[in-house]
């Protein structure tokens, strides 16, 4: 990556904790902070940042693939995902990876209740899991722990086959990967990771056929066709686009995501991928495993954390493992520190 985009950060540490949240770049730094200001003096316009809103689903939606009227945004992947999980009809069966993520699993297990089961099974045997009585099938693109990526074709494949739903986590995927998001029914993504906004903005891409079976059960004035109008309004009159999915606006998150997602498009997501996955494999290579092509990977050695600590890298322990994951502001340099810390004696 050239150093006209790796300027934009400038970090106290090593950060390979991008899996955990992602650091803005200068101008979505800036423009949070703009915000905050005008918050604090009584300055701040909302129509303004309302405005920033819509740029930043119209740039969200890029970066995933999928027309922007299709996008909804709300306040994180489990919200959205507990939003198709409430429509899902009574007794409906869901497959789900053993393993992942929370937040990809709990929202179909608290419909248990109405009868909705959910079952887990190995990763690598999710699509042939799949048949006719499956109603929705769940899984992250890449997971979270140790950077595996899902066999995403396989399972969309079997999904289609036995015309059951598909709902992909891209919470680890989206801002460094290419994705097509119209390939599922759902896409859904926390935006503070690799796509580095704040805490508390996730988007979705919901497929038209999917949004005629959900129930907006979150809906407030900035899920109806004309928001000004809805604040007092005695009847819902939804937007016929993915908005009419939207919580009420996170404006200063939004304000962020805006900017950091400008950057990642002006970069390219093939580009922004080849870096990522090069500065994962050459630090793997170090320690002697093979490519994974992937964003994210993990080690199990003693004491790793701490060494790595010691050495000024940040990582994160996830499923007994030290994690280490690698975007945009990392460097060649800092694949082998990293590497140079667990290999020291």
Do not use: C
Request: net charge negative; aromatic share 6%.
């Amino acid at each position: 990556m050239d150093d006209t985009i790796t300027d934009l950060w400038s970090t106290d540490t090593v950060w390979l904790n991008t899996a955990q949240y992602g650091i803005p770049p200068r101008p979505a730094h800036q423009a949070l902070a703009d915000a905050v200001r005008s918050w604090h003096t009584a300055t701040g316009n909302p129509a303004a940042w309302g405005r920033e809103l819509e740029q930043a689903r119209v740039n969200l939606a890029a970066l995933v693939g999928a027309p922007a009227d299709d996008l909804t945004l709300g306040a994180s992947t489990a919200q959205i995902a507990g939003t198709i999980a409430a429509s899902l009809p009574d007794g409906a069966r869901v497959l789900v990876p053993e393993g992942d993520f929370a937040s990809i699993v709990f929202p179909w297990q608290a419909q248990a209740d109405r009868g909705v089961t959910v079952e887990a099974v190995p990763l690598d045997r999710l699509a042939q899991a799949v048949d006719a009585r499956t109603h929705l099938v769940a899984f992250s693109t890449v997971h979270s722990a140790n950077g595996r990526l899902a066999p995403t074709g396989d399972i969309v494949a079997a999904a289609r086959a036995h015309g059951a739903l598909v709902v992909a986590d891209a919470t680890q995927a989206a801002g460094w990967t290419p994705l097509d998001a119209t390939v599922f029914d759902a896409l859904i993504a926390s935006a503070y990771k690799w796509l580095m906004a704040p805490r508390g903005l996730a988007l979705a891409y919901l497929s038209p056929g999917l949004r005629a079976r959900l129930r907006p059960n979150n809906a407030g004035p900035a899920a109806a066709r004309d928001t000004a109008s809805a604040m007092y309004a005695a009847r819902m009159d939804p937007a016929p686009t993915a908005r009419a999915f939207d919580t009420s606006p996170n404006w200063f998150a939004a304000v962020a995501a805006a900017a950091s997602s400008r950057v990642l498009l002006e970069a390219g997501l093939e580009r922004v991928r080849a870096h990522n996955t090069a500065l994962t494999d050459h630090f793997r290579a170090a320690l002697g495993q093979e490519p994974a092509h992937s964003a994210i990977t993990s080690v199990d050695l003693p004491g790793a954390s701490e060494r790595l600590a010691r050495a000024g890298v940040v990582t994160t322990e996830r499923g007994g493992r030290t994690r280490l994951s690698f975007h945009l502001y990392n460097t060649l340099d800092d694949a082998e520190r990293a590497a140079k810390a667990l290999l020291q004696p």
